[in-house]
């Protein structure tokens, strides 16, 4: 909701502290004045400071989540919030406490300021409805002169019902873009684009099919030239596909021609606009479809094949969209052997081979989807790929052969991850299945060990020493994935460990071992606040407060108190810790 984006401390973050002053100054002045007043926008004018108070207009406007914002002035204009806008939002906030009538036992909080509008709109409701129209009609004119997106709305409104010539030219008005639009300015693009949608969802056939393919290429030019984080953009294409989806079935255009222009539009699509074939099955009919494929093979077959090596430049623009689809093409057929041969095409990466062994499997046919898979190992035996020693391992353990399944788990292991805790969890998940999983898993943490003693003795630091011991931080976690505690413990003694993970043995070892966990948090928190940042300082204090708890189950509340002491002394000048430190 609006309120609780333009509260004064938000206004303050927002504006810096000079402008919401002057701001504030302006509303008590009573140089604001609302006069668009909905839930999610406040718009209205706010007297300037020159001698003849010329007024400023601005609007502020809240859109899932997101506070958007306009104002004639200057600094409005360079897109800031400026103090007009300061004035205006406290306006709003003090319309919002006036009293206004309840029902008996009325809401609180949230509940009691959406009653308290819904009153105000049914007393203007009630007045709006008694009025001459000539007179509604010349305020809402007044309105309309300085409020832009007011102005906009009711001429879009106006314009709506014209031809399909004149409703092109509003699409072209609509979509128009003067220099980059910021993603603050995108939520009032927004909701008047859908707007303009709302217009042409009246249409039909041709006229609609024509429309949208015009306003999906205006779109597209502006996504050039815009900041959609908040993916705007996404729900507006997607608006205008369907309508083209529904535009086609009511055209029945000649099928071979549509044909045609389906498949330039979808190959020249940059932005993965367009549906693919199935979408337009119904549209295209047997003949249509035929002219489709005829179409789309020809451009495939100008494609030279790749083989493990290669390399092809075009492989992400226009190569991409033509595998798309002819692979929609073949899913349409259902034959695994169509898919395959599109993935044989590109053989130029080991992913590839994947993809047909992956086909295969998916069809039953399992010698065939082993046969790839092996291709694709053998290929690219300097870089194996992952994703396909997971493939093979796990075939072969489908086809009991352990023995082999545990080879490539081990070089996987040792190749790709036998550093890291992640890479043994993945390896035991696999070792496990093994009739001897307990040397497969002293080997792999060996290996653990192994690979840090090795890191260390190679380590050559640019600045300083070069650390006393290995770091055994992954060789830790691995232990403690396992709760293997006394283990993790050992090479928690044994070699340097990340700060953090010291923490997590701690608190696993807490329940039962406060002596342990204790020097365990007392070894964290100085590599912790040495990271010189609020978020460590508070990581710190949390790890600090943990110990305190074990000392007093310890009886021992003293010691932490004088521990408590050696720190304060140690940091006194880094203030916001001393304030976390205060809270203890």
């Known amino acids: 909701m609006l309120d609780d984006l333009i509260l004064p401390e938000h206004l303050a973050s927002r504006a810096g502290l000079a402008a919401f002053q002057r ?43 997101k506070l958007g914002w306009v104002c004639s002035c200057p600094v409005g204009e360079r897109g800031e919030f400026c103090k007009h806008l300061v004035a205006l939002a406290l306006a709003r906030l003090a319309s919002e406490e006036e009293e206004a009538p309840l029902p008996s036992h009325p809401p609180e909080g949230e509940d009691a300021q959406k009653a308290r509008r819904r009153t105000k709109e049914d007393e203007l409701r009630a007045f709006l409805a008694g009025q001459d129209p000539a007179r509604l009609v010349e305020w809402l004119l007044e309105v309309a002169r300085w409020d832009r997106a007011t102005r906009e709305r009711l001429l879009l409104a106006a314009r709506a019902g014209g031809s399909a010539a004149e409703l092109k030219k509003l699409v072209t ?24 949608i709302d217009a042409l969802e009246r249409l039909r056939g041709a006229e609609l099919m024509g429309l949208a393919e015009y306003a ?49 539009r979808q ?11 199935e979408a337009y099955s119904a549209v295209l009919g047997e003949a249509g479809l035929a002219a489709y494929a005829r179409l789309a093979r020809a451009a495939w077959d100008q494609l030279p094949a790749l ?32 898919l395959v041969e599109i993935e044989r ?7 590839a081979f994947l993809r047909v062994a992956e086909i295969y499997r998916d069809a039953g046919r399992h010698d065939a989807a082993l046969d790839w898979a ?33 080879a490539l788990a081990w070089a996987q292991f040792v190749g790709r ?74 090479e928690a003694k044994a070699g340097l460990c990340h700060p953090d993970t010291l923490v997590d043995l701690a608190r696993a070892l807490a329940a039962g071992r406060a002596e342990e966990a204790i020097a365990l948090y007392r070894r964290a928190v100085e590599p912790i606040v040495e990271r010189k940042n609020n978020q460590a300082y508070a990581e710190a204090a949390t790890v600090l407060r943990a110990a305190r708890e074990l000392y007093r189950e310890l009886g021992r509340a003293r010691e932490f108190g004088d521990w408590l002491a050696e720190v304060r002394l140690a940091h006194k000048p880094k203030r916001n810790f001393m304030k976390l430190l205060d809270a203890l």
């Open 23 to 65: 701001g504030e100054a302006y509303f008590r002045e009573g140089r604001a004045q609302v006069v668009i007043d909905e839930p999610d926008r406040v718009a209205g004018t706010v007297a300037g400071s020159g001698r003849e108070r010329e007024p400023y207009y601005g609007q502020i406007q809240a859109r899932d989540g």
């Open 173 to 196: 008005d609509v979509t128009r873009v003067r220099g980059f639009l910021d993603y603050r300015d995108m939520p009032d693009f927004a909701r008047r684009a859908h707007e303009l």
């Open 216 to 264: 999906v290429d205006r779109l597209h030019q502006v996504l050039e030239s815009c900041d959609d984080s908040d993916g705007y953009m996404s729900d507006l294409l997607g608006r205008l596909v369907k309508l083209h989806v529904r535009a086609c079935g009511e055209a029945r255009p000649e099928p071979a021609a549509f044909a045609r222009r389906l498949f330039e």
């Open 267 to 277: 190959m020249g699509d940059d932005w993965g606009t367009w549906p693919g074939v």
């Open 307 to 338: 083989r493990p090596g290669d390399a092809d430049q075009d492989r992400w623009s226009s190569r991409f969209r033509i595998k798309d689809i002819m692979q929609r093409l073949a899913g349409l057929t259902g034959d695994p052997e169509a």
């Open 345 to 351: 095409k590109d053989l130029s990466s080991a992913y």
């Open 374 to 406: 092996e291709r694709g190992l053998a290929a690219f035996p300097q870089a194996p790929d992952w994703r396909i020693q997971d493939f093979l391992a796990e075939e072969y353990f489908r086809r009991e052969r352990p023995d082999e399944a545990m």
């Open 417 to 490: 991850g036998g550093g890291s805790a992640e890479g043994y969890r993945k390896f035991m998940e696999r070792a496990r299945r093994a009739a001897d999983a307990g040397a497969w898993r002293k080997r792999a943490l060996d290996a653990l060990r192994e690979a840090a003693v090795r890191h260390h003795q190679q380590c050559r630091p640019l600045y300083g020493r070069r650390p006393e011991r290995p770091d055994f931080t992954q060789l830790v976690r691995a232990l403690l994935g396992e709760k293997d505690l006394d283990a993790a413990l050992a």
